[in-house]
């Protein structure tokens, strides 16, 4: 299971893009593109004369992907959750390694961005998992599934991890990162063709990431983790539709003052009370 | 090279960046009660502060034209060469040495038992486990990865200029966000000034 889970995850990845880009567009009234356009397009990508503006960044590209999937596959072997939070924040570093190599403004500029994010990101995702270990015993994705769910144990866990939601899929109101009205995509801009659709496949597998991590929050519950990830994940389509996107020192802010502030209580309340 | 060298060290399992995160976690969690919320709080926003750091360079090596033409004598090469052939052979058979010597060795120094064990490769603790694959895939991922990426082409891609909106400015864009921390710079020395002097009379003092 764990095998066809982690193979299967780029198309389950792509399917849950297509799913959220034709909800969005019903919430906006319109008919959106089709389920499986995604697909679409990375047939039209390789489909494109390959370009780069050196090989370093197309190889980081590359890199950044299999990084991803490699998170997921920690996960869907049930291994260490902090060993997966590691080789998710290592995609998201490579990326940013790509974007300063680029001789280009809007890249280096959605770099630093993106490190920034990463920078009021991940203690949330750290004391996230922290929280999982303080009900189950152990960091161990197997063990937190084997154990009655952490949904109301650490309910502050779980609100801390789903404000942080947007910003970890750079979604509105927490996308300052690529910021396509403004800085032209960021990071992800000078990539092209067949190197744009492993960033691109990237975004997808980011996805089933954190929604597979709001899935533990139902332990052995198996409903309850499906409840509570296709809930996370019509909130998170549901901000990006109704919010507008907030300067990058407003994320920070943000995400310190509400998320940190959550997730550091959730900690407080699971070791001393 | 030298800069690749240096930053594949502090980044290669099991001693750097991430990694040894994993193990000071871990390791947080046995101390109980108000001290485990504040190592762990610590070690969360601190690691980020240490990765910005990290970045601020990596930053400026990328994004500098003449720190990547500056060519160096080879024989500056050696130490972090051999400091690369030993992380390489300590990251491959860390199993060997946290169990035996890293564990005899921390046990004498903290005058008791270290509850670190090594298996089929890879490392156990009592909450968790870094598996052989787990540092394989994170050695190729950090190390060999970008260095084959900075050594060998892709062949048959066509080279184009980066987009600037058509227009033809150098800029120096890579810490632009940094600037603003030069504010609480004075803060942030007295603070690790003060912390280092607490780790220092912590373990005068057997605390």
Same mark, same amino acid.
């Given at each position: 299971?764990?095998?066809?889970?982690?193979?299967?995850?780029?198309?389950?990845?792509?399917?849950?893009?297509?799913?959220?880009?034709?909800?969005?567009?019903?919430?906006?009234?319109?008919?959106?593109?089709?389920?499986?356009?995604?697909?679409?397009?990375?047939?039209?990508?390789?489909?494109?004369?390959?370009?780069?503006?050196?090989?370093?960044?197309?190889?980081?590209?590359?890199?950044?992907?299999?990084?991803?999937?490699?998170?997921?596959?920690?996960?869907?072997?049930?291994?260490?959750?902090?060993?997966?939070?590691?080789?998710?924040?290592?995609?998201?570093?490579?990326?940013?390694?790509?974007?300063?190599?680029?001789?280009?403004?809007?890249?280096?500029?959605?770099?630093?961005?993106?490190?920034?994010?990463?920078?009021?990101?991940?203690?949330?995702?750290?004391?996230?998992?922290?929280?999982?270990?303080?009900?189950?015993?152990?960091?161990?994705?197997?063990?937190?599934?084997?154990?009655?769910?952490?949904?109301?144990?650490?309910?502050?866990?779980?609100?801390?991890?789903?404000?942080?939601?947007?910003?970890?899929?750079?979604?509105?109101?927490?996308?300052?990162?690529?910021?396509?009205?403004?800085?032209?995509?960021?990071?992800?801009?000078?990539?092209?063709?067949?190197?744009?659709?492993?960033?691109?496949?990237?975004?997808?597998?980011?996805?089933?990431?954190?929604?597979?991590?709001?899935?533990?929050?139902?332990?052995?519950?198996?409903?309850?983790?499906?409840?509570?990830?296709?809930?996370?994940?019509?909130?998170?389509?549901?901000?990006?539709?109704?919010?507008?996107?907030?300067?990058?020192?407003?994320?920070?802010?943000?995400?310190?003052?509400?998320?940190?502030?959550?997730?550091?209580?959730?900690?407080?309340?699971?070791?001393?009370? | 090279?030298?800069?690749?060298?240096?930053?594949?060290?502090?980044?290669?399992?099991?001693?750097?960046?991430?990694?040894?995160?994993?193990?000071?976690?871990?390791?947080?969690?046995?101390?109980?009660?108000?001290?485990?919320?504040?190592?762990?709080?610590?070690?969360?926003?601190?690691?980020?502060?240490?990765?910005?750091?990290?970045?601020?360079?990596?930053?400026?090596?990328?994004?500098?034209?003449?720190? &990547?033409?500056?060519?160096?004598?080879?024989?500056?090469?050696?130490?972090?060469?051999?400091?690369?052939?030993?992380?390489?052979?300590?990251?491959?058979?860390?199993?060997?040495?946290?169990?035996?010597?890293?564990?005899?060795?921390?046990?004498?120094?903290?005058?008791?038992?270290?509850?670190?064990?090594?298996?089929?490769?890879?490392?156990?603790?009592?909450?968790? &486990?870094?598996?052989?694959?787990?540092?394989?895939?994170?050695?190729?991922?950090?190390?060999?990865?970008?260095?084959?990426?900075?050594?060998?082409?892709?062949?048959?891609?066509?080279?184009?200029?980066?987009?600037?909106?058509?227009?033809?400015?150098?800029?120096?864009?890579?810490?632009?966000?940094?600037?603003?921390?030069?504010?609480?710079?004075?803060?942030?020395?007295?603070?690790?000034?003060?912390?280092?002097?607490?780790?220092?009379?912590?373990?005068?003092?057997?605390?």
């Amino acid at each position: 299971m764990s095998w066809i889970l982690t193979l299967m995850a780029p198309i389950l990845g792509g399917l849950l893009y297509g799913i959220e880009r034709k909800l969005k567009a019903r919430m906006q009234s319109r008919q959106g593109p089709p389920l499986l356009q995604p697909f679409y397009d990375l047939f039209k990508l390789s489909d494109k004369r390959p370009m780069m503006i050196h090989s370093f960044h197309a190889a980081m590209g590359i890199v950044h992907f299999a990084a991803a999937w490699v998170a997921l596959a920690v996960l869907f072997f049930g291994g260490d959750l902090l060993v997966a939070i590691f080789f998710h924040l290592l995609s998201a570093a490579l990326l940013i390694v790509a974007g300063y190599s680029a001789r280009s403004a809007y890249s280096r500029i959605g770099s630093t961005r993106e490190l920034i994010a990463i920078a009021a990101l991940e203690p949330v995702l750290i004391l996230s998992a922290i929280g999982f270990y303080l009900h189950s015993g152990s960091f161990e994705v197997s063990a937190i599934l084997n154990a009655p769910p952490s949904l109301l144990p650490s309910i502050l866990g779980f609100a801390a991890l789903l404000i942080a939601l947007p910003g970890l899929l750079k979604k509105s109101p927490f996308d300052a990162a690529e910021g396509h009205q403004e800085i032209v995509g960021g990071a992800e801009i000078e990539f092209s063709g067949r190197f744009y659709e492993a960033v691109y496949t990237a975004k997808w597998l980011d996805m089933i990431f954190v929604f597979t991590l709001v899935f533990l929050f139902g332990g052995n519950n198996l409903l309850l983790g499906i409840t509570l990830a296709v809930s996370a994940f019509l909130t998170v389509v549901f901000a990006d539709n109704a919010t507008a996107r907030v300067r990058y020192t407003d994320m920070v802010r943000i995400l310190y003052s509400v998320a940190f502030v959550l997730a550091a209580a959730n900690l407080i309340v699971g070791v001393v009370l | 090279m030298l800069v690749v060298l240096g930053f594949v060290s502090i980044a290669l399992p099991p001693f750097g960046v991430f990694f040894a995160k994993w193990l000071v976690y871990e390791g947080g969690n046995g101390a109980g009660g108000v001290t485990t919320v504040i190592l762990l709080l610590f070690i969360a926003v601190g690691s980020v502060a240490l990765t910005l750091l990290y970045f601020k360079t990596i930053g400026r090596f990328l994004t500098d034209g003449a720190a &990547q033409r500056e060519k160096e004598d080879y024989r500056y090469l050696i130490p972090p060469a051999i400091l690369g052939v030993l992380l390489l052979v300590f990251a491959l058979f860390i199993s060997v040495a946290m169990g035996g010597f890293f564990r005899e060795t921390a046990a004498d120094i903290v005058l008791n038992p270290v509850p670190v064990w090594g298996d089929k490769g890879g490392i156990i603790l009592p909450f968790g &486990q870094i598996k052989l694959w787990h540092i394989l895939a994170a050695f190729f991922l950090l190390g060999i990865a970008p260095l084959l990426a900075a050594i060998f082409r892709f062949k048959g891609v066509d080279r184009v200029m980066p987009y600037t909106c058509g227009e033809r400015i150098e800029t120096d864009a890579y810490s632009f966000y940094f600037d603003p921390a030069g504010k609480i710079e004075s803060f942030a020395n007295l603070l690790s000034l003060v912390l280092f002097l607490l780790v220092i009379l912590a373990g005068a003092f057997n605390l």
